[in-house]
């Protein structure tokens, strides 16, 4: 965290940063206890009334998911952002330290309270509930499919053009619940020929 922090001196400029690691594994590797962990310590952190907002570093591979998971089971109304990076630091253009300057930049700004979680990634402004990955190299790699971005960032400036609009964070109804672990569901493809012996050993009944 100090080094991803160091590598961008600039944000201390826009707020009191304050570093926290949740955890140290690859985004490919994430898991329900992750989440559960993160979820949990969010909360933690933005009731408490010196805390303005909270930007979260995560591996592309499934920032996707945790942000849709985020924005149905946090329970907050100030910024929550993600942000991450289609190159490593050591790249000739590496695309963090933007990233996570905008990201800053945006959980300082007043539109994004009660947005919901959103996302940075390079100059795009996105909802949690409908942000996909869609390339695996490009550095322009998340869309949100038919329903557009929620706006851009120059810098650090902020242009929000639309709003979520479907229920999120302490507007749905798992916000209010508790969640020690979640149910395990599995999800069975069905294509051309597919084998039909892989549901039913999904189901416990091989």
């Not at 559960?36 to 909360?43: F, H, S, T």
């Not at 805390?51 to 089971?73: K, M």
């Not at 390339?135 to 709003?163: C, I, P, Q, W």
Request: charged share 20%.
């Amino acid at each position: 965290v100090d080094k991803l922090l160091a590598a961008v001196p600039a944000i201390n400029d826009m707020a009191t940063i304050k570093g926290e690691q949740i955890s140290s594994i690859g985004s490919q590797e994430m898991n329900n206890k992750v989440w559960l962990k993160l979820a949990k310590r969010v909360n933690e952190l933005l009731a408490q009334p010196d805390i303005d907002g909270v930007v979260i570093t995560h591996g592309t591979d499934t920032l996707e998911e945790t942000a849709f998971f985020l924005n149905l089971t946090l329970a907050c109304h100030k910024p929550v952002v993600l942000t991450g990076s289609m190159r490593p630091a050591t790249a000739t253009s590496a695309d963090g330290p933007m990233n996570l300057y905008q990201a800053v930049a945006l959980a300082c700004h007043m539109e994004a309270w009660q947005a919901g979680v959103l996302a940075v990634i390079s100059d795009t402004i996105y909802s949690g509930r409908d942000l996909q990955k869609t390339n695996s190299y490009k550095t322009d790699a998340f869309k949100m499919g038919e329903f557009g971005s929620l706006g851009y960032m120059r810098d650090d400036h902020v242009y929000l053009l639309n709003a979520p609009f479907k229920k999120h964070t302490f507007q749905t109804i798992f916000s209010k619940m508790e969640f020690d672990d979640l149910p395990k569901v599995e999800i069975f493809y069905v294509h051309t020929d597919s084998d039909p012996e892989l549901l039913k050993f999904m189901l416990g009944t091989y």
